[in-house]
DNA sequence: CATGAATGGAACGGAACCGAAACGGTTTTG
DNA sequence: CAAAACCGTTTCGGTTCCGTTCCATTCATG
């Protein structure tokens, strides 16, 4: 089964959302940092940087920059790959999925107000 | 009548349509600006610099920097109010139409693809 | 009129991000 | 082993965005 949604339903829904994260004090993330967190959370580990970059098609320095940003946050943390030392696994915290999970209650009860 | 939304999913939507929009060649508009355009299409008019700059809670140059932005892309464009000269009356374009409509197809799209 | 309030914009310095290239450390290859 | 390939990071110069402050124009008020 899928979700249905009407256009100007689904333009409302981003309207919302995105009044809510400007207004906030939230930390915001660019487009690409948002992007790459929720990639992070929601597609199967493990993530390189080179992965992130390919599924992102963005260049690898774009990844390390956000990975920099976000970890000052806390949102992400780096291991490098016991198994291959020039891997750097990026793993999930506590924080970022607080954050994650905010994200999306946020956007649940956005959409639970849209009037059909 | 809502639409109901479980959080995965709304999270799921969200990465896919960040994805896309960030793979895009599309112009990409910041977190402020697509709130500042969605506003503008979705809210009725009139639109001035104030009225932006309070219902986003920002800054009046961060206003006139972001029409200044998507006034290059004719996304929107700039009329003096004859009542109020002080006024700038911000009108929506043909083009910036074709790109909101765009981005709605692209969330219906996306939406109509999760799995319940 | 003269004064003050309101509106949108300009100016300034600082911070963040970008693309491209180059760099160390690690592993694979021949 | 030496050389090549791979990975993530750093560096560089340039662009964009930001917050704050200040300014020109226009309207309201006495």
Redo the contacts with the bound molecule.
Sequence with gaps: MSIHLRPSQALRLWQQVSLIEVRGKAPD?????LAILLTIYLDPPPH????L?EKLD????????????MGALKFVS?H??????????IKRTVEGALFVERFGDVVVAKAAELSL
Tied chains: 1, 2.
């Design positions: 993330l660019t487009e690409r940092q390189t940087v080179r992965g970059a963005v260049s690898k320095p774009v990844i390390t920059r956000a990975l920099d940003t780096r490098r790959d016991t198994a291959d030392r020039r891997n750097v696994l």
